[in-house]
């Protein structure tokens, strides 16, 4: 999710999590507005309040990653690779060098 997506998600979310239920509690008090209706107004939009964030949180979380992100991804994956080799690397040198000892071993008793 762009950054501005992301601040119009918040300001949906506190516009319907508290404006909404402020205002109908406003209309109940000051107006007379019928305070069951009022309180199924309030609840429907802190539902939907919680709805939305949990989508933008979610696609928020899910999004492409940006520039900065995937340069930083290829680094780290050829990091990984060559950290991979060098590895293998190492490896066939304890192999080798496993060989020479057994060779060394084999000589070393023939002697005595």
Avoid at 28 to 55: C, D, H, N, P
């Amino acid at each position: 999710m762009s950054r501005l997506g992301g601040v119009l998600a918040t300001i949906m979310v506190v516009a319907l999590g508290l404006g909404v239920p402020v205002a109908c509690m406003y209309f109940t008090v000051e107006r007379g507005f019928s305070s069951m209706l009022s309180t199924i107004i309030a609840l429907a939009s802190i539902g939907s309040a919680l709805t939305i964030g949990f989508f933008a949180v979610i696609e928020g979380a899910l999004s492409p990653s940006t520039g900065e992100d995937v340069e930083a991804r290829r680094r780290l994956d050829l990091l990984r690779a060559s950290h991979r080799a060098m590895l293998e690397e190492l490896d066939e040198i304890v192999s080798l060098l496993r060989e020479i000892r057994d060779v060394l071993r084999g000589v070393e008793a023939e002697r005595h």
